[in-house]
């Protein structure tokens, strides 16, 4: 399952999530303000180790670090892991 970090004032969040509630591509939920202190350390260590950025998404062990919400490199990304087809 897709696992998305996310944030829930950040408008890169709220249209990453509407992109994929569109698609129909099922994911997890998860405000990162809410997550444990090892979860959050690796969602920063993912973003380059200074702070958490969002949205972050994880899917079976990958990453891919918090970005502007772009649609076009978002399906490119999720298609790579074989979420888009």
Same mark, same amino acid.
């Given at each position: 399952?897709?696992?998305?970090?996310?944030?829930?004032?950040?408008?890169?969040?709220?249209?990453?999530?509407?992109? +994929?509630? @569109?698609?129909?591509?099922?994911?997890?939920? +998860?405000?990162? @303000? @809410?997550?444990?202190?090892?979860?959050?350390?690796?969602?920063?260590?993912?973003?380059?180790?200074?702070?958490?950025?969002?949205?972050?998404? @994880?899917?079976?062990?990958?990453?891919?670090?918090?970005?502007?919400?772009?649609?076009?490199? +978002?399906?490119?990304? $999720? /298609? /790579?892991?074989? $979420?888009?087809?």
């Amino acid at each position: 399952m897709l696992n998305v970090y996310a944030w829930s004032v950040c408008p890169h969040c709220h249209r990453t999530i509407e992109w +994929l509630r @569109e698609h129909r591509i099922p994911f997890n939920y +998860l405000e990162i @303000e @809410e997550q444990p202190k090892d979860v959050i350390q690796k969602v920063i260590d993912v973003n380059g180790g200074d702070d958490w950025v969002v949205p972050t998404l @994880e899917y079976n062990g990958q990453w891919r670090p918090g970005q502007v919400y772009d649609p076009v490199q +978002l399906e490119k990304d $999720l /298609r /790579r892991w074989g $979420l888009v087809k």
